[in-house]
């Protein structure tokens, strides 16, 4: 699967650095190395895409696979109640352009986000 150089988490998705906590075929996921709640994974696609703009028809089963993986996960941690975020772009907070679902439970959240 082509991986895109100086990409962080193409490293962590090729085991690198860090410890995947899930991996399949398509997706790994792995614990946010600066939480933002109790519980705080990424889910991300082990091919390199830089934001949810590049999405294309071909990727319909990654794009549900990510969000079934940030279901299966939140379920095995015992969360009924969690937050689902992937920020598009710089303008929305995106800082890390290698698709990625947060995933962050464990405490109340507030709406609009800021
Ligand atoms: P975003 O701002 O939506 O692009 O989210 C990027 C996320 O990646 C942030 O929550 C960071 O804390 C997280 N992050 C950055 N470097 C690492 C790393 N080496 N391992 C795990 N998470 C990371
Ligand atoms: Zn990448």
């Not at 990510?66 to 969360?79: C, P, Y």
């Not at 009924?80 to 992937?86: A, P």
Request: proline share 5%.
């Amino acid at each position: 699967m082509a991986a895109a150089d100086n990409c962080l988490f193409c490293r962590i998705v090729a085991g690198e650095m860090g410890a995947c906590i899930y991996e399949d075929d398509l997706v790994a996921a792995f614990e946010d190395i600066q939480p933002q709640a109790p519980h705080h994974t990424l889910i991300v696609p082990r091919e390199h895409l830089a934001s949810s703009a590049e999405f294309a028809p071909q990727h319909e089963a990654l794009a549900g696979r990510l969000l079934l993986t940030a279901a299966r996960l939140a379920r095995e941690k015992g969360l009924e109640s969690y937050r689902l975020v992937m920020n598009c772009g710089e303008e929305a907070g995106q800082s890390v352009f290698h698709i990625h679902l947060h995933m962050l439970g464990g405490r109340t959240f507030g709406w609009p986000p800021g």
